[in-house]
């Protein structure tokens, strides 16, 4: 009994790993751009995707199909800044949102028409041989990932907080018009961001896709990642972190003891509760109003 | 150094710049008063490329600058401290600092001038570490300044430097100023406080719908009734 | 008035007549794909209302279809109820979880209410794909057609049915956007703040919006199940309720024709792609993001530019409120007691009100009484608290402390948005109009809370609503006369000078029929004879409307020519108060505008406490 317990827990927190991996991408852009990209999904998916043709039709190793995957993604990344954001930069805030969903779609269907073969395996960064501690058992690659999203967030923590770009990307965040009398280029931060914010899409996609298999929608991981980092508040980049963990821990939980057929529906009514009860997230912090 | 020729600028429908023209000489300190609505921001935000002209040139230290985005013009050495001060108001006084110094290379220079800056404001100094935030008004507008100082500008544009404050904090925001002004910098100063800005100032400009109304020696201006009358109207 | 709107009657009768055509000319196939197009239409409509009048995103709309259709479906199927009575309940659950799916998120900033939406449509999916035993999930479920009067409707019969329904939808959203719960919509879409302020009240109208779309959304689904005669989540998926986002879109999302538009043509447009799933996704993604990037304002956007049309037009084009005298303005309900002279009852007292920002001491304890029939001049040095003054009298913000009392009520317990019922009224110092609103369609908003036009009645269009909206026109053009506004009332507002902007704010303000009117920077950005102009419009307004005035002003002559008392702000205190020379002669006041000389030797000692706190 206690073992499905630990072990719930223990699968959770590789999926919450997941999550809190593909939600920091959400947070960066939002906290530089106070938008969303409802393309992040997709941009997880192409990640995954080149990564797959690079290593098995082209053969390349799986550390150089690393390399190559991001520095492609980070032009995706900077490209879908020029396209969708940045001529609807005075638009309200719902029409970045549309703007996004419809570069989602395009590369999505995209990649449904080039692609049509069934479900392909990418290999694992880590071996996905299984072994024990007590009754749990966890595989390398699980561990993997919560290791690289650990790290991933303590290192951007550490660069928005200790370098000088990092600095000008809080600031371009709090004022623009600041920033732009500070001598920072607003639209090279934005580009920058997208960037960031796509290559860590896309090396989350690589590292889930022995895990999920490499398939045109396998996205959607997005959107749930997106609720953890509303969950755990999507001001702080360690939010939305724990926020993931915990999705992923509570939706195991959920799938084991209550429901698994439904467990998707709960995390977004979940979601509906959070943001009623506490909008700003469970360790995100209240804006403060300005005049 | 700076010199602005026939500048028409404004927002959408709206023209809130007709025709302006003025000077900065090198070294010297202009004023720019005016009703408010006159066109004082405006003008201002026009020359730091954050307000885009329809016609007219500006010119700085010998080239033209109304093409530029804000973050050229701010590396060619102008700043601006902005109307309300906005600061960065989740960052440390130190970081929003550290920042005005974006466009630097000489990393080395920065930790000096940020010393200067704790030995011109030192209200400063123990609130290094505090979100800027939670500064009083008086405080931001000390940061403001500094925050502008730490890019080693050759012109400073100030706009409302002692909007809201009380008068203490007023005259030590004067001597501030006096003190910039000593080190050489050039100054181009908004203020609705006419007294005070005649007072620290060479030359004035009084702006009025959008157009230059009057100038003059700001010395002369101060005993001139007609800069009385554009704030408390006609006696 | 000549030539009154561009006719939607003859338009009506025009696509009445083309639909009732339409299955003679055409075989079967393109019969049914008038039918789906007619589909789209009801349900982009709905998703028109919520996103495009009221401005609420919703991704999540065929979610809302999906309630309509498996209501229908599964009581025809399991419960054996008669198609004609599941209709109509398919519709009353999708409103129902409209409503519930609004209530809560309309709090939130539009991104999380686009999350929400997609949650919610998302769950809606999976819903139906994973309850097995309910809708045998992926299988679909099939019912037999429908029967009336003994006979089975078929296809053929149900596009009759199909097209008279939209036809009615069609006529119902012209009915309400053209009325006063339309208008609430748009107004909250333009300015919420400026809505409130006119007495729209936000969480009413959002849901109402929310709830109306989603019973769209399931007319269109109900109907679906009848035609089709098959369901399966497949066609409930996040792309399909893009599709809807992209119809409104490609169309031009605030105007109805514009909607059907685009309803249709992305409807036919796709059909020789059919079968083809990705290639309609691609073509629905890419077109959605050019048009949002080259033309947002969609196809109708794009012809109205080229006709060089304005907006919507309400009156004639070119109408001037010249031929308008103001309607007997006291006969109605509301006397305004305080008459000049008489009256000298405190009508507005403010009571120690403090407010501070973060560091910032806006206010600290300002009292103010105004005397009912007065004209009341508010000045100070910018940023002395002149406007968070009106904000936290209006209830834009909470103060700290004190309270704020109009006649005998604490505002202080009231919304904000039934300010406007109870007599207090204001204009904004940037201007809050409801720019791409025509100035007709502003004033008619300042009239929200007078024109008893409820949802229903909009609907349903009652003999009496004609008239009352009729009414309200001819009384909003007397206002716009009465403020001196002589351009185009039927021109958007934003594209007006600027000095016709104000008065247009002016004229919104009188509308809602104030006790008293907050006028915030009246005089900013005006020319000289603006200035003079303006000066006498206020006071016709307190001679003539018997309201009274708080007037806020930088423009001193303004001050002085029309205040009977002026009083005076800086550093979030009242440094003074009296008659208008005696104010102007105030050493203090003199000093708080003009600032001491360079002494640096500190301020007067009743400031020092305000070191590192101003």
């Not at chain 1, 650990?150 to 965040?173: E, I, K």
């Amino acid at each position: 009994m206690m073992g499905v317990m630990l072990q719930a827990i223990a699968s959770g927190m590789t999926l919450g790993s997941i999550y809190a991996l593909v939600g920091l991408g959400f947070v960066v852009i939002y906290q530089a751009t106070r938008t969303l990209n409802f393309a992040h999904g997709e941009v997880l998916m192409l990640g995954a995707m080149i990564g797959l043709i690079l290593h098995t039709e082209w053969q390349f190793g799986y550390w150089s199909t690393f390399a190559v995957v991001l520095i492609l993604i980070a032009v995706v990344g900077v490209v879908i800044e020029r396209v969708a954001y940045r001529p609807l930069i005075r638009a309200p805030a719902a029409t970045v949102i549309m703007s996004t969903a419809a570069v989602g779609q395009i590369i999505r269907s995209t990649v449904r028409i080039l692609r049509t073969e069934e479900l392909s395996f990418f290999p694992p960064m880590f071996s996905l041989e299984p072994f024990h501690i007590g009754p749990v058992v966890l595989t390398r690659l699980g561990v993997g990932i919560t290791g690289i999203a650990v790290f991933a967030v303590m290192a951007f923590t550490l660069f928005f907080r200790y370098t000088t770009m990092g600095t000008a990307m809080r600031a371009t965040s709090q004022n623009q018009t600041a920033a732009w009398l500070v001598g920072i280029s607003v639209p090279r931060i934005f580009s920058l961001i997208w960037a960031i914010s796509a290559v860590l899409a896309a090396a989350a996609g690589m590292l889930i896709a022995p895990l999920v298999l490499v398939r045109p929608d396998m996205g959607v991981v997005a959107i749930k990642a997106f609720v953890g980092a509303v969950l755990g508040g999507f001001n702080s980049l360690a939010g939305a972190v724990i926020g993931g963990l915990l999705l992923g821990v509570v939706e195991t939980l959920i799938g084991v003891y209550v429901t698994s057929a439904f467990k998707d529906v709960v995390v977004f009514a979940l979601l509906i509760i959070v943001l009623l009860v506490r909008p700003s997230g469970l360790i995100g912090r209240q804006e403060v109003l300005r005049v | 150094m700076l010199e602005l020729e026939g500048v028409t600028a404004g927002y959408g429908a709206i023209t809130v710049l007709r025709e302006v023209s003025l000077r900065v000489p090198e070294g010297a300190s202009v004023c720019l008063l005016g009703a408010n609505g006159a066109g004082k921001t405006t003008t201002l935000r026009t020359i730091t490329g954050l307000v885009r002209l329809r016609s007219g040139r500006i010119r700085f230290a010998g080239a033209r600058i109304d093409r530029l985005f804000p973050d050229q013009i701010v590396r060619r050495g102008l700043a601006m401290v902005p109307e309300r001060r906005e600061i960065f108001p989740f960052l440390s006084v130190e970081e929003n600092l550290r920042i005005g110094a974006f466009s630097r290379r000489d990393r080395r220079e920065v930790s000096h001038d940020l010393d200067r800056m704790m030995a011109l404001f030192p209200l400063l100094r123990e609130r290094l570490s505090q979100q800027a935030g939670t500064l009083s008004g008086g405080e931001q507008q000390m940061l403001a300044i500094a925050r502008a100082l730490m890019a080693r500008p050759n012109l400073l544009l100030l706009d409302e430097p002692s909007l809201g404050l009380a008068p203490l904090l007023v005259q030590l925001m004067f001597q501030a100023i006096a003190a910039i002004r000593a080190r050489g910098a050039s100054l181009l100063i908004v203020e609705q406080n006419a007294r005070m800005a005649l007072s620290v100032t060479d030359y004035a400009y009084v702006l009025e719908s959008g157009t230059v109304a009057l100038e003059g020696n700001s010395a002369v201006l101060k005993s001139d009734s007609a800069v009385e009358e554009t704030y408390l109207g006609q006696v | 008035m000549i030539a009154r709107e561009p006719r939607p009657v003859l338009l009506l009768v025009a696509c009445v007549a083309s639909l009732a055509l339409l299955p003679f000319v055409f075989p079967a196939y393109p019969r049914f794909v008038a039918t789906i197009a007619l589909l789209n239409t009801i349900a982009v409509v709905g998703l028109g209302l919520v996103m495009g009048y009221a401005g609420l995103v919703s991704l999540g709309h065929a979610g809302f279809v999906a309630v309509g259709a498996y209501t229908a479906a599964l009581l025809v199927a399991k419960a054996s109820y008669p198609f004609w009575v599941s209709l109509p309940l398919g519709i009353a659950a999708a409103t129902a979880i409209g409503f519930v799916v609004g209530l809560p998120t309309l709090r939130l900033n539009p991104l999380y209410l686009a999350m929400v939406t997609f949650g919610f449509g998302q769950s809606v999916f999976l819903i139906a794909l994973n309850w097995v035993s309910l809708t045998r999930g992926a299988n679909g479920l099939r019912i037999p057609p429908p029967r009336a009067f003994g006979v089975t409707v078929g296809p053929d019969a149900m596009y009759w049915i199909v097209a008279a329904a939209a036809v009615l939808a069609v006529v119902t959203a012209y009915r309400i956007t053209r009325t006063r719960p339309g208008r609430a919509f748009m107004a909250l879409r333009e300015s919420e703040i400026a809505a409130v302020v006119a007495g729209v009240n936000p969480r009413a109208y959002k849901t109402m919006a929310f709830g109306l779309s989603a019973a769209y959304a399931g007319l269109a689904g109900a109907l679906y199940v009848g035609v089709v005669l098959f369901i399966n989540p497949d066609s409930f998926v996040f792309p399909v309720s893009l599709m809807y986002v992209t119809m409104a879109v490609v169309g031009g999302m605030g105007t109805l024709a514009g909607i059907i538009v685009g309803a249709v043509v992305l409807t036919i447009l796709p059909e020789w792609l059919r079968g083809f799933a990705e290639y309609r996704e691609l073509l629905a993604g890419g077109m959605l993001l050019s048009f949002l990037v080259f033309l947002p304002q969609g196809i109708a956007g794009f012809v109205r530019q080229r006709q060089g049309g304005s907006r919507r037009l309400l009156v004639s084009r070119g109408a001037s409120a010249t031929a308008y005298a103001l309607p007997s303005w006291d006969s109605d309900g509301r006397e305004n007691e305080a008459k000049v002279g008489d009256g000298r009852e405190r009508l507005l007292r403010v009571e120690n009100v403090r407010k501070s920002f973060g560091g910032v001491h806006a206010l600290r304890g300002v009292n103010l009484q105004v005397v009912g029939g007065t004209i009341h001049g508010l000045i100070g040095p910018n940023g002395s608290g002149k406007t968070t003054l009106f904000n936290v009298i209006t209830r834009l913000y909470e103060p700290d402390e004190g309270t704020v009392w109009f006649e005998n009520a604490n505002l202080l317990t009231v919304p904000a948005f039934s300010l406007a019922e109870l007599g207090v009224a204001r204009t904004f110092q940037n201007l809050e109009l409801f720019t791409r609103l025509t100035v007709l369609e502003n004033v008619l908003i300042g009239m929200h809370s007078h024109i008893p036009v409820s949802l229903t009645r909009a609907v349903l269009g009652k003999a009496g609503t004609r008239r009352l909206e009729e009414e309200a026109r001819q009384r909003a053009m007397g206002i716009l006369h009465f403020v001196g506004f002589e351009g185009d009332a039927g021109q958007p507002a934003g594209t007006l000078p600027f000095g016709h902007q104000r008065l247009v704010e002016i004229a919104r303000a009188l509308a809602s029929r104030p006790k008293i009117l907050l006028l915030d920077e009246p005089s900013s950005g005006l020319t000289l004879r603006g200035v003079e102009a303006l000066g006498e419009a206020i006071q016709r307004i307190r001679a003539e409307l018997g309201i009274t005035i708080v007037l806020v002003a930088h423009t001193m002559r303004l001050v002085l020519g029309v205040c009977d008392v002026v009083s005076v702000l800086d550093h979030g205190e009242k440094i003074a108060e009296g008659v208008p020379d005696a104010v102007r002669m105030d050493p203090d006041v003199i000093r708080a505008y003009l600032g001491d000389e360079g002494e640096p030797t500190g301020g007067s000692p009743r400031h020092t406490a305000g070191v590192g706190g101003a």
